[in-house]
């Protein structure tokens, strides 16, 4: 896809020091890719700063990031015949979206988690009812080693799921357990947090190019 090669391309330009990870970073798009076109979802999870980079790295796939995602003129009819005060706004308003879920988000199921069983399974639980086969977990995780992603991992495995990880240079326990593991150049948290922005807003835009660049 020559748009999306355009946008990993311009994302080693700003960030030179993301050189070595241009070959997954290609991987983690190809397989987010596969994963939207059957009509799987992505499943985000993360801690802290990481737990705010999916709240980040979901509103730009739910809704257009860089690009117009225009409903289908059939879609617009049938929402104006759905609702005929309401549709047309909506035909006019609302915009095509890609499936993820944000399992940092989800407050009352996170808390009843900690509270009945372990706190760290609040994300393990959660793809319990969410995760389905072909999906993709991508989790972020600087150092590689949280518990609660850790069992993530085994969950989305037993759901015959695929992992995404971002770590920062060792890729701690999870570079073992990833199909794709983006371990940026860096030792320090924050530091690894800075370049695991650029890759994610990298991978959301050749997505939408892919999706909806035409």
């Known amino acids: 896809m020559r748009q999306s090669k355009e946008i990993l391309d311009g994302l080693i330009i700003r960030y030179p020091a993301l050189s070595g990870c241009r070959k997954s ?11 939207l076109k059957d009509g ?16 980040h790295m979901a509103g730009e796939l739910l809704k257009g990031f860089c690009k117009d995602r225009p409903l289908q003129e059939m879609e617009k009819q049938m929402l104006r015949q759905i609702d005929r005060e309401r549709g047309g706004m909506l035909a ?24 009945d069983t372990d706190a760290e399974l609040v994300f393990a639980q959660q793809l319990m009812g969410l ?22 991992i085994a969950a989305a495995r037993l759901k ?8 920062a240079q060792d890729g701690g326990k999870m570079e073992s357990l990833c199909d794709v593991l983006i371990a940026v150049p860096e030792k320090e948290v924050y530091r690894a947090q800075e370049l695991h922005l650029p890759i994610y807003h990298a ?5 939408e190019e892919a999706f ?3």
Do not use: H, W, Y
Request: glycine content about 12%; proline content about 1%.
């Open 40 to 55: 799987k979802k992505l499943a985000l999870c993360g801690n802290g700063g990481s737990c705010a980079d999916c709240d």
């Open 160 to 167: 015959k799921m695929k992992v995404l990880g971002l770590t």
């Open 25 to 35: 970073i290609g991987d983690a798009f190809e397989m987010l890719f596969a994963c």
């Open 92 to 115: 006019d308003k609302l915009q095509k979206g890609l499936a993820v879920v944000n399992l940092c988000a989800n407050a009352a199921a996170m808390t009843a988690v900690a509270n």
């Open 212 to 214: 909806f660049g035409q």
């Open 203 to 207: 991978l959301c835009l050749m997505l």
């Open 131 to 152: 995760g389905n086969e072909g999906d993709v977990l991508v989790c972020i995780c600087p150092k590689g080693r949280a518990e609660n992603i850790l069992n993530a």
